[in-house]
Every structure is written in C-alpha cells, then in structure tokens.
C-alpha cells in the first residue's frame, strides 16, 4: 500500500472580484493554514455550499440546472491531463498589495 495517495482533480481558472478587506483576509487566512489563497476560496465556498440547507434543496429543483453562468471561466484544452492538487506554501498567496481581483481554482 502506498505511503502517499495523489489526487487527481480537474481545475479551472475563474476570475472574482473582492473588496480590499476581504481580499487581505483571504491572504490573511491562507497565511494561518498554510494553504494557497485559492485553497481558502475553494474550501470556504465548499463549506457555506454544505452547510446551507436551502441552497441544497435549491439544488434538486430544475431551476438548479437551468442557472445563468455569471462566473468567469477560463477552461484549459480538453487534452490537458488533470493536474493533482498539492498544497503551496503561504507564500504563494498572492499579496494584499495586489488588486483586490483573486484567481480562484475550482475542482470539478
């Protein structure tokens, strides 16, 4: 059995836009746990997603399905093999100084 399990997971590039404070938290925050700031968006997002009752019952009716994309999506060719997620040392967070703009990967 092996020592070490890699993941495989598909991830695209989206374009969010955040306020300052926000942005320097999610810096902040990924700086904490020593995980990457896309880290931090992915997991937080995942979290509310399962937590809220609502928005999982929303998820069954057919209005799910039919909701307008409004994120901006950068897809990578088809023929790109899947990427296995590792994290990056804080210091791949992006800095506060930065535009409050922060690219977040999500895996599908």
Known sequence: MPLLEVIQTRQV???IKLT?????????????IHA????VV???LAYVFSK????????K????????SALRIRRAPANDAAEPHVKKPASA???PAQA???VAGSKA
Do not use: G, M
């Open 20 to 32: 300052d404070s926000i942005a320097t938290q999610v810096d902040q925050y990924a700086a904490f």
């Open 42 to 44: 992915e997991q937080a």
């Open 13 to 15: 590039s989206a374009s």
């Open 61 to 68: 009716t057919p209005q799910a399905k039919q909701a307008a």
């Open 100 to 102: 409050p703009a922060i």
């Open 52 to 59: 809220d009752r609502d928005f999982q019952d929303f998820l």
């Open 93 to 95: 967070a992006s800095s």
């Open 36 to 39: 990457s700031a896309d880290d």
